[in-house]
């Protein structure tokens, strides 16, 4: 039920507000901007031994219609301050006061909570965000031992690029596991790591298209054969 009384809402308010800021959680992320950040803010990271990622430089995000709905200064159209997200993924719950001193340390501010972990790693380049500019993976920075490309993945993500090698073997009539292996590693190497992680199934393929070719090839064989005898039978 509603609180009518202004000062009990006030009240009521900071109470909530502060039960949020009390928040414990594993996944933060920040804002860096490069003329206000640590000049040592990738050792700092580094010796941190905190699993980590930092976006590439987001130089060419641009406001849209709905920030400037939220905020009338931010005119949709016109370019953002260049920065950098950091999202950093904990061993252990954090609160934002905790954060906030590793930022700090950084020059980085604006902490939040992260809902969804793995949302957020594909937001770092703006990952299937249609109206955003597309920053390159290659360009993320990985602290603390974690792999982004292998974070950022999702099944769908994995049966694709299994889908998309076997349809190439298929086009070039490849059924040969090291010609597949070969080709991904000198021309797709974004997908190497799913091909040495998926070799199993994909090798029950390749063979299984080695047996169907070997039978198509056995039964036109047979095929010529038996024309060839009823055409000499013929000519008797």
Request: aromatic content about 8%; some cysteine.
């Amino acid at each position: 039920m509603p609180i009518k009384d202004p000062d009990k809402r006030k009240a009521a308010q900071r109470k909530a507000d502060a039960k949020r800021k009390g928040k414990r959680t594993r996944n933060w992320a920040c804002l860096l901007y490069p003329e206000s950040a640590n000049e040592r803010w990738q050792a700092i990271l580094s010796e941190m031994s905190v699993k980590c990622f930092v976006s590439p430089l987001h130089d060419k995000d641009v406001w849209s219609d709905y920030d400037e709905a939220d905020n009338p200064e931010h005119k949709a159209g016109s370019p953002k301050k260049a920065h950098y997200h950091v999202q950093f993924l904990f061993s252990s719950v954090k609160t934002k006061e905790q954060v906030e001193e590793i930022a700090e340390k950084l020059g980085a501010t604006n902490c939040i909570q992260i809902e969804d972990a793995q949302a957020y790693a594909r937001y770092l380049c703006h990952l299937g965000c249609k109206d955003k500019h597309e920053y390159s993976t290659d360009d993320v920075l990985q602290f603390g031992g974690i792999n982004y490309q292998e974070f950022i993945q999702s099944t769908m993500d994995v049966v694709k690029a299994i889908a998309e090698m076997e349809v190439w073997c298929e086009e070039q009539g490849v059924t040969s596991y090291a010609r597949l292996s070969a080709y991904v590693r000198s021309e797709r190497p974004d997908l190497y790591r799913i091909l040495v992680f998926n070799g199993r199934h994909l090798k029950d393929v390749l063979k299984a298209m080695e047996w169907e070719a070997k039978k198509e090839a056995e039964e036109d064989r047979s095929s010529l054969m038996e024309a060839l005898t009823l055409g000499r039978e013929a000519t008797r």
